[in-house]
């Protein structure tokens, strides 16, 4: 969607008054009381490709069969939007000028995030969702032919996140440091390079949800919902499972609640009975907080929040490869 198409949409677009809207850099969520509706910027990045109707089309489709699998009471259906007077509607009839995915809108107070902050998550709580991640996996698509889940891209995905975080040495933290950071997890990588191809051979790698953490987790009093799975680059969410555990565990830590990062991985492990994740799980949580410090260091020059969250992430990073 450009634009020209978003000044288009108002109330009539979705027969019921917009609350608000939201903007990520790859999306517009328009919120009404009882729906969000999940439009795509017309756009292009390396990682993603938005920037055609046929693309954003299959795209939506793609999030709405990967998220349906996680969330199914969440994620209702993809619309085409249409051009009727001066505005849009939602049509399964017309011309289509854009599409939308349609979501059951949930209350911003359940965000796992806020209700860790707010000390009201329990244990419980994240064994269900190891469950449901264990059940989502079972049903996903398996890589066994190693193109997203061989040593190589495995390598190649985190020299790409210290590339990026390069340009912070001296700043946010010493060249010993991140040198140490990057010696210690290829020289994990290259001791354990027959466990990385015996994942693949075993359907350990598949298509994950790729971005499980607590801003991506509604709890309500009715139900867990994950959602926000990424669609669009297979190259990112398709990983090794104990990739996709350790995402939820590093953002948990990160959160200081390491004993809810424990109970996670523990309940995953005994039911799916992949002990090999242990081996894997601070290489792997090393890996999730560079991508995190990776993300907040776009915006570390005008944001010094971001900045700030990029050091620390660091540091986490750090502190996971002298584990391994």
Known sequence: MNEHLKAMIDDKTFNEKIEEIKETHISYIFLTKNFA???????????????????????????????????PDMYLRVSAMIKEGSGLI??????????????????????????????????EILEEIALKILLFHKRARVDYNGKYGSLANVKKNVMDNFKDLECFIGDLFSSNEFNTLIGK???????NSALFEKRVKKGRVLETHGDLHSGNIFVTP?????????????????????AEIAFLCMDLEFLGRDDLSKTFSDKYIL???DKEIQKLLSFYKGYRACVRAKVNGYQASADSTAKELTKKYFYLALKYAEEL
Do not use: Q
């Not at 795509?40 to 998220?67: A, G, H, W």
């Not at 000028?97 to 009201?120: F, S």
């Open 90 to 123: 939602l049509s399964d009839t017309g011309l289509p000028l854009d599409y939308t995915i349609v979501m059951k809108r949930m209350p911003e107070k359940y965000i796992m995030r806020a209700l860790i902050e707010k000390n009201k998550i329990k244990e």
């Open 222 to 242: 009715k139900d867990t919902y994950i959602f926000d799975a990424i669609e669009f680059n297979p190259g990112i969410n398709t990983t090794d499972v104990a």
């Open 37 to 71: 509706y999940k439009i795509k910027k017309d756009i292009m990045f390396p990682f993603l490709d938005y920037s055609t109707l046929e693309k954003r089309e299959f795209y939506c489709k793609e999030e709405f069969r990967i998220n349906k699998l996680l969330c």
């Open 271 to 273: 039911e799916s009975n």
């Open 185 to 191: 997890n290829l020289e994990f990588m290259n001791k």
